[in-house]
């Protein structure tokens, strides 16, 4: 079993992103790996990566200050990488590019890809990823059904998809615990967990992140950016965001009803989204959570109460 670990407090803080990009590089595959000067805490960057094979399949725990990598069209080479990755967010926030689709994750949602196609993924705060990379045989042939689900979000309300979550989750922790050979056996089982997920009945791809190129699709991922951009603003409606999108309110509403929700709806799951996140680095920061979700746009606490219980399963202040 090849196993390695790379803890960035372990470098000269001046070198620390430099090392941090070498590694991926050196452990995964030819990507460009850089840091938005805006977005980077005072503090030196802050990096963990723990990695190990077994089978053929290499599982990751994948932690960092915000970062953005990005695999072109030019670094993928033929037989180099007939990999597909899973990734499940254990926390943070991150988009991801790949095969014509736009996702954006929150913790407890997965998502499939390819690492012999170009992707991007915009890290955009502190995060905690579980990545396992399964060869190509384990999982259906380019070509199948299965394509529809790379790149977008497998969301965390789906049954296959928890199923899958909490699988992955708990081998991680406890792999070192099996036996080699009886852990190759266990590894790949997530290819076939996988195929379930994608293929179940509930499994259909988000619809937000499908949506083929297209003047509703384009105009729908315009406006999810706006609202990732402003949704800390408590006075944000549906009005305003069709204004600064140049389209008529009726318009944006059936933008939604299309993919079967609401406008303010996207808004109440970004901002409950940035709640989690905060909520739970509240140790390091000394937040309340009264802070934590005016800061986030909720203007009504109790209101904010009910929608993150609903939403996580957890009262906030229990986070």
Known sequence: MEQMHFRTDRVAPAQRFESWRQTLFDTYYRLDCSADDARMPPAPFRGVLESRVNGGVRCSRIASSPNRVVRTRGQVRGGE???LGLLVVAGGTLTVDHCGRHALLQPGDLLAFDNARDYVFDLRSDYDLLCFQLPRE???QRGSPFERHLGARLPCRSAGAGVLRAYASTLAQRLDEIAEPRAVDYL???G?????ACGGGDASPDAEVVAQPGASGAALWRVRCWIEAHFASPDVCPEQIARSNAMSVRALHQLFH????????AVREARLARCHEQ???RGATGKTVEQVAFA???RDLSHFRRAYRARYGVAPSKQ
């Open 138 to 140: 384990l999982l259906p």
């Open 81 to 83: 990488a007939d990999e």
């Open 258 to 265: 299309e993919q079967g929700t609401s406008v303010m709806q």
């Open 279 to 281: 909520l739970l680095a």
């Open 296 to 298: 986030a746009g909720f």
């Open 188 to 190: 790949r089982q997530l």
């Open 192 to 196: 076939e967990l996988l195929k379930l």
